[in-house]
């Protein structure tokens, strides 16, 4: 029992770091206007992120070190200054989107103008973080997001002609209506939704939370391989639905609403009511990730105390980071932005800064000193350094490919 309902830490992870506001979004847009045929961005990512974070879950349970107080000792005080002011903006970025993501989800369920749910959303994610136990949080959040598994009963619902949607996703072409830039800058952006560092962060930080000792790197792999595998899963059946239902129409997915789209004609007003409550928790886990990776990439740079283990007052400057980020993230939401924009722009940033956080922890899990003999083996290092290769051409061609396109437009 104990190690299913540690798979919580994995799902939580995977919930919110494969479908936030902006990857909700993302994905529909992609099935909406690519069909399938970027499917396998998906998969890249999955793998991808499984095996950064069973790096990082593996350091952190033999070193009990989380991410960044590794980074700063690796890469010295100004690379490490350096990364963490990459990390940290596009974490804060992410964090104002979702909890604009959270009010727009509430809008979905109240009809209640996304600017009053706000504050509400801000308030409720600091609430938790400062009351709730890091278990207790893990757990509920994860375990509500899975409601959004009603995507994948959708598309067996809809009945959809799977021999089509099967050669779209194993024989990816750019379709005719769509240019060749704006293909691979959705790709881009999918495969930093995937590999977003904060997962990294938070995965890495809750292991040391939940105080994980080198017996415990079996628990971790656990996590990895349930979280974000379906994560994976249910991002392909977001755009798959999208396919289905709105390409054939024409309808680019612009709001959240539209993605709900396919799930009520699937399954009518039951389905409506779960997916709401999937892409509540999703969003809010999100924050809850975000939140917290703001407060732990700062702390352990700078070598504050920090964790949920500890009393708010013994690590005061932990929880007023948190506060802090969260209040910049109401300023900039109360310009009136579009969150889901904000979260677009962020995850393509993300591709970008990520080889920054993966190659020292690709470094240390090699380092015997820090490791001893659970240090990467032979197949380990060898999907790393494809992988390493990957990041480098996909954090080179991002920028390159959002001037080109116009972000995709």
Same mark, same amino acid.
């Given at each position: 029992?104990?190690?299913?309902?540690?798979?919580?830490?994995?799902?939580?992870?995977?919930?919110?770091?494969?479908?936030?506001?902006?990857?909700?979004?993302?994905?529909?847009?992609?099935?909406?206007?690519?069909?399938?045929?970027?499917?396998?961005?998906?998969?890249?990512?999955?793998?991808?992120?499984?095996?950064?974070?069973?790096?990082?879950?593996?350091?952190?349970?033999?070193?009990?070190?989380?991410?960044?107080?590794?980074?700063?000792?690796?890469?010295?005080?100004?690379?490490?200054?350096?990364?963490?002011?990459?990390?940290?903006?596009?974490?804060?970025?992410?964090?104002?989107?979702?909890?604009?993501?959270?009010?727009?989800?509430?809008?979905?369920?109240?009809?209640?103008?996304?600017?009053?749910?706000?504050?509400?959303?801000?308030?409720?994610?600091?609430?938790?973080?400062?009351?709730?136990?890091?278990?207790?949080?893990?757990?509920?959040?994860?375990?509500?997001?899975?409601?959004?598994?009603?995507?994948?009963?959708?598309?067996?619902?809809?009945? *959809?002609?799977?021999?089509?949607?099967?050669?779209?996703?194993?024989? *990816?072409?750019?379709?005719?209506?769509?240019?060749?830039?704006? &293909?691979? &800058?959705?790709?881009?952006?999918?495969?930093?939704?995937?590999?977003?560092?904060?997962?990294?962060?938070?995965?890495?930080?809750?292991?040391?939370?939940?105080?994980?000792?080198?017996?415990?790197?079996?628990?971790?792999?656990?996590?990895?391989?349930?979280?974000?595998?379906?994560?994976?899963?249910?991002?392909?059946?977001?755009?798959?639905?999208?396919?289905?239902?709105?390409?054939?129409?024409?309808?680019?997915?612009?709001?959240?609403?539209?993605?709900?789209?396919?799930?009520?004609?699937?399954?009518?007003?039951?389905?409506?009511?779960?997916?709401?409550?999937?892409?509540?928790?999703?969003?809010?886990?999100?924050?809850?990730?975000?939140?917290?990776?703001?407060?732990?990439?700062?702390?352990?740079?700078?070598?504050?105390?920090?964790?949920?283990?500890?009393?708010?007052?013994?690590?005061?400057?932990?929880?007023?980071?948190?506060?802090?980020?969260?209040?910049?993230?109401?300023?900039?939401?109360?310009?009136?932005?579009? *969150?889901?924009?904000?979260?677009?722009?962020?995850?393509?940033?993300?591709?970008?800064?990520?080889?920054?956080? &993966?190659? *020292?922890?690709?470094?240390?899990?090699?380092?015997?000193? &820090?490791?001893?003999?659970?240090?990467?083996?032979?197949?380990?290092?060898?999907?790393?350094?494809?992988?390493?290769?990957?990041?480098?051409?996909?954090?080179?061609?991002?920028?390159?490919?959002?001037?080109?396109?116009?972000?995709?437009?």
């Amino acid at each position: 029992m104990k190690r299913v309902l540690g798979v919580a830490l994995g799902v939580l992870t995977a919930i919110g770091g494969f479908l936030d506001i902006g990857d909700l979004v993302t994905n529909a847009v992609v099935g909406s206007r690519f069909g399938l045929s970027l499917a396998w961005v998906v998969l890249v990512g999955v793998v991808g992120i499984c095996l950064f974070a069973q790096m990082s879950g593996r350091v952190a349970a033999v070193s009990g070190r989380a991410t960044f107080e590794i980074i700063r000792e690796r890469l010295g005080p100004k690379a490490g200054l350096a990364n963490l002011s990459a990390s940290f903006l596009i974490n804060l970025l992410t964090l104002t989107a979702e909890i604009g993501g959270i009010a727009l989800a509430l809008q979905l369920a109240s009809s209640v103008s996304p600017g009053l749910w706000i504050p509400v959303a801000a308030f409720a994610v600091w609430l938790v973080i400062w009351r709730v136990k890091f278990s207790i949080m893990e757990n509920v959040t994860g375990l509500v997001g899975l409601c959004l598994i009603v995507f994948a009963v959708a598309l067996f619902l809809l009945g *959809p002609d799977w021999s089509k949607l099967a050669e779209q996703a194993f024989a *990816p072409s750019v379709p005719g209506s769509e240019s060749a830039g704006a &293909y691979w &800058y959705y790709a881009v952006a999918l495969f930093g939704a995937a590999m977003t560092p904060y997962e990294v962060f938070f995965f890495s930080s809750g292991a040391v939370e939940e105080k994980w000792t080198k017996k415990d790197i079996g628990q971790s792999r656990i996590n990895v391989l349930v979280g974000f595998p379906l994560g994976g899963v249910l991002s392909v059946a977001i755009a798959a639905c999208a396919t289905i239902v709105l390409l054939p129409r024409g309808i680019e997915v612009s709001s959240l609403s539209q993605i709900v789209l396919p799930v009520a004609e699937a399954g009518g007003k039951l389905a409506v009511a779960f997916v709401i409550v999937g892409i509540v928790a999703a969003t809010f886990g999100a924050a809850l990730e975000t939140t917290l990776s703001s407060g732990y990439t700062l702390a352990q740079f700078f070598g504050w105390s920090w964790g949920k283990f500890r009393k708010p007052a013994e690590a005061a400057r932990f929880h007023v980071a948190m506060i802090v980020c969260l209040l910049v993230g109401l300023a900039v939401l109360a310009t009136g932005v579009d *969150p889901i924009l904000v979260t677009e722009y962020s995850v393509v940033f993300s591709a970008i800064a990520l080889p920054l956080t &993966y190659l *020292p922890i690709l470094i240390v899990a090699n380092d015997e000193q &820090y490791m001893g003999d659970a240090r990467n083996g032979r197949v380990t290092n060898a999907f790393a350094l494809v992988y390493l290769v990957i990041i480098l051409v996909a954090s080179i061609a991002a920028i390159p490919l959002m001037i080109l396109t116009g972000a995709g437009a």
